[in-house]
Each structure stands twice: as C-alpha cells, then as structure tokens.
C-alpha cells in the first residue's frame, strides 16, 4: 500500500519539517496558519538559494489572482540563465489555474528554479496539496503558536538569536503583555535587542510593555504611519491610560520609521535587506507604506520623533504632549 494511504489520519507527511529547518528543492511546501512564520520559511529558503547563487531572481505570484500559465513563465530560466525562486503567495486561496499548472509542474520541475507555495491552511488546493506532498517535495509547517510554553520557546529563540541574554521572568512579562500576536512579539523582541544593552531583565520589559493589552506602541506607531491620526492619536492615549510609558512608545516610533528609511535607501541599490538586518516581510510592508510617502516627509517625521525622544527622556516637561505631538506630525507627513 503507498505511503500515502498508509499514513495516520492527521499524521504529518514524512517530508515534513520545522518552519525554522527550511530545505532547498525544485519545489517546497510552506504550510500552516501563522503567517509570521511562513514568511521566515520562505526567507529560509531564500536565503540558502542565495547561498549557493547570490544572483538568484525572486518572482512572486498571488494565488487568488492566478492565471494560466503564469508558473511556467515565472520558473524558466532568465535570458542569462541565473536561479529562478518563484513563491506563491496565498496558495489557500487558489484559482483553478493555479491548482492545474502546480500539478503538472511538480510532476517534472526545472531542476534550476525553485518554487515556493505558501498555504496558509484549510482544504482548498487538495489537489494541489496532494500533488506536492506526493513529490516527496520538503514541507516547512507553521502551526499557530498558541501554547504559553511555546510562546516562551519563541521569544527566548529570538533573543538567542540576536545573540542576547533574556532573564525567564523578562521572557514571561513579555509573553504575558503581547503574547496575542506573535509578530508584535518578534517585534518586541527586535526593539528590545536595538534599544537596550546588557541582560534584558523583568523591569525592562515591564518599562516597555507593562500594562498594555490592546493598544501597544507598535499599533500607534503603524496608525501614524498609515496617516490616520484620529487612530493612532486614540490608540496612544489608550496606552498610555493603560499605564504605557511614552519612551518606549517613541522608540516604536522610531523604530517603525527607521525600516521605512532603510528599505527607502536600498532600492534601486546594491544593498541588500539581509544586510540591512530585515526580513522580506519587513521589506514587503515597508515598500506598501513608502508609497505614500515622499523623501520630505519621512525626514519630516524622523525629526519630530528625535525632538520627542529627547523630551521624553527629560528634555521637556511633558512627555505626553511630546508623543502626542510626534505622532501627529508622522500622520500629517504622509502623502495623502
């Protein structure tokens, strides 16, 4: 009997492995509901395909608006004969086209191109699906995080990382603050590792995000960002009742502006995101938002947030009215 009937209703494919042990294939299967981790699978797969060829081409397709054909022409070789990696987003969403063409590209695909599906779960694509697992294609899974013990595993990974220490009740207080949300929690992490020195302890954490359970520094930072600023002005004071303290709601501020500044600096260039230190889904949302924003703006708001950090670390004598002040002049910076 194969494998493939023989195998444990809802038993993992043998195939299948971690998000975070990623495989590089003529084609791979990134799978699961959480989309941080999908993202850092594909990157994986990405970054071990640059490895090997630094030159290799990146082609994203959309599920939902695939059409006839499309795989072929992504997957064959460029006219100077460089890798080819094609990801597919939004597999779960799947046209008819899409399910048709994967099929029969796995059954014989280019040994020089990678593709990527990214299936965010349920059973559309079963066919699709079968198709791939069958191949004995890798799987890269990312199951939803939802365990308080696996929540912690998280965060103590990515400040192992980073190559930073992190004291367990650090760890706790801030998986006990933001532990909804598991990018919010990566990007925790990442402000943390850029903003302190030394062993991040239970107190800083608890400076930064002690507190907050539905407005965060993040999510004003993101309003500001996105020119609303009736949001991001009624998410801040909600922080900040909430007992949110306003330096580390600067530092999301700066934080989120200084990605913006940095991918804005590397395009048309020779400088790469990894080198920059950001992943693709850093990239990827930074490029949506600086469409909206002009050289002029961003240095606007980059010094309104530097005028409001140095008051809220004594420089003024309001530091709310300083935050509130940033955050407004970042939501009135955007091109409309």
Not at 5 to 33: C, E, K, M, Y
Not at 279 to 308: C, F, H, M, Y
Request: glycine content about 10%; hydrophobic content about 45%.
């Amino acid at each position: 009997m194969p494998a493939s009937t023989s195998r444990r209703r809802g038993a993992a494919p043998s195939n299948a492995r971690s998000w975070d042990d990623p495989q590089l294939a003529p084609v791979v299967l990134v799978r699961g509901p959480e989309p941080l981790l999908a993202e850092r699978a594909v990157d994986g797969v990405l970054g071990l395909a640059r490895e090997a060829q630094p030159e290799v081409e990146k082609v994203e397709l959309e599920g939902a608006t695939y059409g006839a054909g499309q795989l072929t022409v992504a997957a064959s070789p460029s006219l100077f004969g460089e890798a080819k990696v094609v990801v597919v987003r939004g597999a779960e969403a799947c046209t008819d086209d899409l399910v048709a063409d994967v099929v029969a590209y796995v059954a014989s695909p280019d040994p020089d191109s990678t593709v990527v599906v990214v299936h965010g779960g349920g059973n559309r694509g079963k066919r699709m699906l079968d198709a791939i697992t069958a191949s004995g294609a890798p799987e890269l899974r990312c199951e939803a995080i939802t365990k308080d013990a696996d929540k912690v595993a998280f965060v103590s990974g990515e400040f192992r990382q980073a190559r930073r220490r992190a004291d367990a009740a650090a760890v706790r207080a801030l998986v006990d603050a933001l532990g909804n949300d598991l990018r919010e929690l990566a990007a925790a992490c990442a402000q943390l590792v850029a903003d302190t020195t030394g062993t991040i302890g239970e107190a800083t954490v608890d400076r930064y995000y002690g507190g907050r359970v539905e407005a965060t520094g993040f999510k004003v930072a993101d309003a500001a960002v996105a020119g609303d600023a009736g949001a991001a002005v009624a998410l801040l004071r909600h922080a900040l009742a909430t007992g949110a303290d306003p330096v580390p709601v600067v530092a999301a501020l700066a934080l989120r502006l200084r990605t913006l500044a940095r991918v804005a600096a590397i395009r048309g260039g020779s400088t790469t995101a990894r080198e920059l230190g950001l992943q693709d889904w850093q990239v990827r949302i930074a490029n949506k938002d600086l469409a909206r924003w002009t050289p002029e703006g961003l240095a606007t708001a980059i010094s309104a947030v530097a005028r409001a950090d140095a008051e809220v670390k004594g420089g003024g004598r309001d530091p709310v009215f300083a935050v509130e002040r940033a955050v407004l002049t970042i939501a009135r910076s955007r091109r409309t």
